[in-house]
Structure formats: C-alpha cells, structure tokens
C-alpha cells in the first residue's frame, strides 16, 4: 500500500501490546498521546494533542457525548500501513511507517488535520448511536467527513496553518470548500457528508445530537429502517421538513438489509423431541483471540441433514471484559447467502465475566434452513466488549463479515461458536 495516502476508517483490532512500544506519553488538556516518536519531531505529537481537543471541545458545545480524557496512540513502525482510525469511545490510533509522513499533504500525502477531525466525528456519533446495523457506509464515514470538514474550518479561523508545525494550507479539507464536491461527487461518503449538511441545516449541529439520541432510543430495526425512522422524524418539531428530507436522504443512509426468502418461525420448546444436537467445527483449543470494536461480525457456517430442525442455543467461547453496561449485542441467523433470516439481540449481562470460557445463550426455538450461519457482533469498545476466540485449524467454515456487507474468510483460525439444534415432533 502506497505511504503517499491515508487510510481513514471506524474501527481497528485492539491492540495488546501498546506498551511495548509506547514509550513516551504527552499530555495536553483532555488528551493523553502516547508514542514512540523521537524528540526531535515532538512538536508534531502536541500538534495532534492540540487538534484533538479543539476538536472534542467543539463536539461538547453541541451537545455531543465526548469522553472526559481522550486516548491517542501514535505508532511508528515500518511495517505498518499508514492509518488513523478510532474505536469509537475515546481511542485514536495512528500508525505511521516513517516520520516524513508527519510532513504537509504536499510532501507526504496525508491530510493529518483533517483526518483527526474526522475521527472525532466517528466519536461523536458512536458515543451516541449504539445499534447501527441499519446505517450505511454514507450514513457513518459521511457524518465523519461532514463533522470534520465543519471543524476544519474552524481550526483554520482560529490557528490558521501555525497549527501543525510542517506549516501548510489544510483549508481545502474544509466544508466551505468541500461542499461543491458534496453535491456533485458519486461516492458515498460525499453524498452522505451532503444529506448531513443538509439536515444540519434544518435542526442546527446543536440540533444533531439530540437527533441521535431519539434514533437510539426508538430502537431502529434494521429491516424496516426507512420507516422507523421516518416515523421519529414525524415527531420532531420541524417534522414536515425532516420527513422531506429523509424522503431523499435515506436512498444514501440507509443499508437496506435484504432479508432471506426461507421462512422461518418460532415454536415452544415442548413441540420439540429427541436429544438436541451440537453443530460444531473448531477443534475446542483455543490459539488466539481478538477484539473487534463496532459493530464487526465473526460468522460460522453450519448445515444439518434434514428439514424442520430448530435452533435452540448458540455457544460462545469467549471472555468478557469491561464496565458493566445494559446495553446488548447480537446474535444473527443468515441463510448461506449470508441474507439475514432472523436476529436474536442478547444483554450483555447473560455473559459472565471471569476467565475465557463456553457461554452458553438461549435463543427462542426457531427454524434454520438446511444450510446456514450464525453471526455473532457484540458492538465492543475499548472499555467494554468479549474477546473472540478461534482455534488453530484451516478455518474452512469460519467468516468475518456483517449482514447487508460481503463476507470474508476468516483464515486465522475456526472461530469458538457452535450451534444446538432440535427436530420438531
């Protein structure tokens, strides 16, 4: 991958070995920066520091949700791609392979300032928005891109190029300039940065977060999240122009989650008989574990050798870590095109915490298809999440992916989930 361009993105691994190479910290205001950058390029660590904060600050006049301290990893390493990224809750990661692409955009190729205003954008909208499994790619990276391009602007007035010590013109990066591309541009993060902009100026950006919030609490459902929605935005005071504004903004923020043709249904358990049977594929030795903050799904694929078989208990090796929360996580069943059938939404609370072990979860009986996948997302953040664990096979039957999205093999491993299944009387 070239060094000349900066990846921006809403989630990365965590990482479990941060120490081992953080060995200076800098602290400004409510940031923490920890890095292993040299003294001589340090006035580039303040720098992101400064902009962070003025960033969060921004965030927090309008009402946004921002955490009391700010974590931010600055990571030099060769062998890593360039990347700046966020987990969502109050973590900003950045690896870098060489200090030249601290460098202006001119030298380098990434747009630092611009990129760190993005990523508090992600923040702000995370911190709030918890199910997001009916949001599109415009819908998150294109508020990102809308709120960051708004607070780019507002640095520039403010510190104008002296904020970044390799001094440049980052102004190009602001929404003043960049909403012509907005209105024109074919990619969904313009055109989903465009329908913020535009719902901003209906409600205001100190209108936003309480705009958030509402979405959150009525529980969208990710089948039918065009109407939902709507049906919140009938409710706000400037109803009439929100709901003409979802009316076209939902064709770009909203991911129709195309529901698979098998027909399920659900029964008692006493209308099923003989001894439940257990689906599995890992080889029960767990070799490796990983946590996946947002909404990053690990899938199995699983098949049963005749019809009307009921899904009653999904297994999960894992282990919990974290504050305790009443938030919940998800249990998908997807049919082997990886359409969704059915999803089953789990608090947190059902797993325990304690050391890596088998939990298992309880699902309402309900019929699978001959072949199918259990998708398990548990929406982890740095502070709270299960780590995900695999074994050391081939990893034939295991997948990383999210209803609506294109699945991936998994090679690392067969992930840790097993299925039980019963037949009806």
């Known amino acids: 991958m070239s060094s000349r361009r900066i990846i921006l993105c809403a989630w990365v691994v965590l990482s479990f070995s941060?120490?081992?190479?953080?060995?200076?910290?800098?602290?400004?205001?409510?940031?923490?920066?920890?890095?292993?950058?040299?003294?001589?390029?340090?006035?580039?660590?303040?720098?992101?520091?400064?902009?962070?904060?003025?960033?969060?600050?921004?965030?927090?006049?309008?009402?946004?949700?921002?955490?009391?301290?700010f974590r931010v990893t600055v990571h030099l390493d060769p062998n890593q791609n360039v990347r700046l990224s966020t987990t969502g809750d109050f973590q900003i990661h950045f690896s870098i392979q060489n200090t030249n692409q601290l460098l202006a955009p001119a030298k380098s190729g990434v747009n630092i300032?611009?990129?760190?205003?993005h990523e508090i954008g992600h923040i702000c909208q995370y911190r709030i928005l918890k199910p997001r499994a009916w949001m599109s790619t415009g819908a998150c990276e294109g508020w990102a891109h809308y709120f960051g391009a708004h607070v780019v602007d507002l640095l520039f007035k403010k510190h104008g190029k002296k904020i970044w010590p390799d001094?440049?013109?980052?102004?190009?990066?602001?929404?003043?300039?960049?909403?012509?591309?907005?209105?024109?541009?074919?990619?969904?993060?313009?055109?989903?940065?465009d329908r913020w902009n535009r719902?901003?100026?209906?409600?205001?950006?100190?209108?936003?977060?309480?705009?958030?919030?509402?979405?959150?609490?009525?529980?969208?459902?990710?089948?039918?999240?065009?109407?939902?929605?709507?049906?919140?935005?009938?409710k706000e005071k400037k109803g009439s122009k929100l709901v003409k504004w979802w009316k076209e903004a939902r064709q770009v923020l909203v991911k129709e989650l195309e529901k698979s043709a098998f027909k399920t249904e659900t029964v008692k358990k006493r209308a099923l008989s003989g001894k439940p049977k257990l689906l599995s594929h890992d080889e029960g030795d767990p070799t490796g574990k990983v946590s996946w903050p947002g909404s990053s799904g690990a899938a199995v694929a699983f098949e049963v050798s005749r019809n009307s078989m009921y899904l009653t208990e999904v297994h999960v090796y894992g282990m919990r870590y974290g504050k305790k929360t009443d938030e919940h996580f998800f249990l998908w069943l997807l049919d082997d095109e990886f359409k969704a059938i059915t999803c089953f939404s789990i608090p947190y609370e059902e797993f325990a915490y304690g050391p890596a072990h088998w939990e298992t979860l309880e699902v309402p009986p309900t019929l699978v298809p001959r072949d199918f996948f259990i998708c398990v997302?548990?929406?982890?953040?740095?502070?709270?999440?299960?780590?995900?664990y695999h074994d050391g096979s081939a990893g034939a039957n295991s997948f990383s992916g999210v209803p609506g999205e294109a699945v991936r093999g998994y090679n690392n491993g067969d992930w840790l989930i097993r299925a039980v299944v019963r037949r009806k009387k």
């Open 113 to 117: 300032v611009y990129g760190l205003c």
């Open 18 to 69: 941060t120490a081992a190479w953080a060995q200076n910290t800098y602290e400004y205001r409510r940031v923490r920066v920890e890095h292993n950058i040299g003294k001589q390029d340090e006035a580039y660590i303040k720098a992101i520091a400064k902009i962070v904060d003025f960033a969060a600050s921004r965030a927090i006049e309008y009402g946004f949700d921002m955490p009391t301290q």
């Open 199 to 234: 719902l901003a100026s209906i409600v205001g950006i100190k209108g936003v977060p309480g705009f958030f919030r509402r979405l959150n609490d009525a529980g969208i459902d990710a089948f039918n999240a065009a109407a939902d929605v709507e049906r919140v935005l009938s």
């Open 377 to 388: 997302i548990y929406n982890s953040e740095s502070d709270k999440g299960v780590f995900r």
């Open 167 to 193: 001094e440049h013109d980052y102004s190009n990066k602001g929404l003043k300039k960049a909403l012509m591309r907005m209105k024109s541009a074919r990619d969904e993060t313009n055109q989903g940065a």
